[in-house]
Each structure stands twice: as structure tokens, then as C-alpha cells.
């Protein structure tokens, strides 16, 4: 060659992983403290400058203040992981799905990294995307977290998740935390 090209690529598992990492790796993103409310659900957005999908702002929602859905669909062991639907209906509105890798039926705790958009994401990985206001990303990159989650009966009944979205191959990221307890 003669002259310098980059590449950019992405690797995916052989399929040897039957779940997320445990424990998750240091220094993942997480809300401020105090940023959040003390008790009861929330949904809770903070945008880098720059972010296509959150204008570089910050958004707090709890039933109070907006319509909150958070459900959950048991994935097929070899087809499709587990998948988490978010939704928000307030001043603005704002969609997110978080999808296990194909390994999982269940939503289980850990970090799951190198993700790319739902629902065009490799599913032996998984997959995310948080969209709004008629804006989404073409493509993206990122992770999300399960903190902790709770079945009762093979049915939902809490979860804490965090998230990192970067759209378009850019550096500026929207973060998110969910809290549910149904």
C-alpha cells in the first residue's frame, strides 16, 4: 500500500459463551450519586454533548411524570436471547431494547459487551438500541449491564440495568439507567 489506511472491524464470539461476563469489568459508566431517585422506578438518561439521540441533556422519569412500560420476552435457546422493552411516554417519548445473547431464555445479571443495534445485532452477542423523539441511530455500538434481576413463575418482576449507546461509530455516548419493580 502507499498510503496509510485504518480499518475498523469487529470480532464475534465463536459461540463458546453461554452468558454475559461476570464479574462486570471496573469503571462501566453509572449515574452520579444522587442523581437518581431514592426509591421507585425510574428511567434515567444522561447524554454526552455531542449524542445524537439525547441532544447532550439530562432526563429523569417516574410514573409521576410520565408513562413508564418495561416488559420482558423469553428468548429461544439457539434462535434469540432474552429481550427487555422500555418504554416512555412523557413530555417526550423514548423506546429501548436490550437483547441477551442466544444463549439465554432468561435475563440474567452481567455485563454484556460489543454490542451492536437491535434488531440487526449478531444474536450470538445480543443486542441494544434506545431511540427518541424521531431520532435512532443507522448504526451503533455499546454495552449494557443487568445489575440485578428478578423472576417470580418464569415472569419478570424486577430489574436494574445500565447502558452505554454510541451511534454511528462516534465517541459521544447516551448513557441510561432503568430501575423496575413490578
Not at 65 to 86: C, W
Request: hydrophobic letters at 35%; charged letters at 10%.
Amino acid at each position: 500500500m502507499s498510503a496509510n489506511y485504518s480499518w475498523t472491524f469487529q470480532t464475534f464470539s465463536d459461540g463458546s459463551s453461554t452468558g454475559p461476563v461476570n464479574p462486570q469489568p471496573d469503571g462501566l459508566w453509572q449515574p452520579a450519586p444522587g442523581s437518581t431517585p431514592s426509591a421507585g422506578n425510574f428511567v434515567y438518561l444522561q447524554s454526552d454533548i455531542g449524542d445524537y439521540i439525547g441532544l447532550g441533556q439530562t432526563y429523569t422519569y417516574t410514573p409521576a411524570i410520565a408513562t413508564l412500560s418495561v416488559s420482558a420476552t423469553p428468548g429461544i435457546v439457539g434462535t434469540y436471547g432474552a429481550l427487555l422493552t422500555v418504554g416512555v411516554n412523557g413530555n417526550t417519548w423514548w423506546n429501548g431494547n436490550f437483547q441477551t445473547m442466544n444463549t439465554l431464555s432468561q435475563l440474567q445479571p452481567g455485563f454484556y459487551p460489543g454490542l451492536l443495534r437491535y434488531p440487526f445485532n449478531n444474536k450470538v452477542l445480543g443486542g441494544l438500541d434506545w431511540s427518541g423523539d424521531g431520532r435512532g441511530c443507522n448504526t451503533e455500538k455499546g454495552w449494557f449491564a443487568i445489575d440485578s434481576v428478578t423472576y417470580v413463575n418464569g415472569t419478570l418482576s424486577a430489574i436494574d440495568l445500565r447502558f452505554e449507546q454510541n451511534c454511528e461509530g462516534g465517541t459521544t455516548a447516551l448513557h441510561g439507567a432503568i430501575h423496575w419493580v413490578f
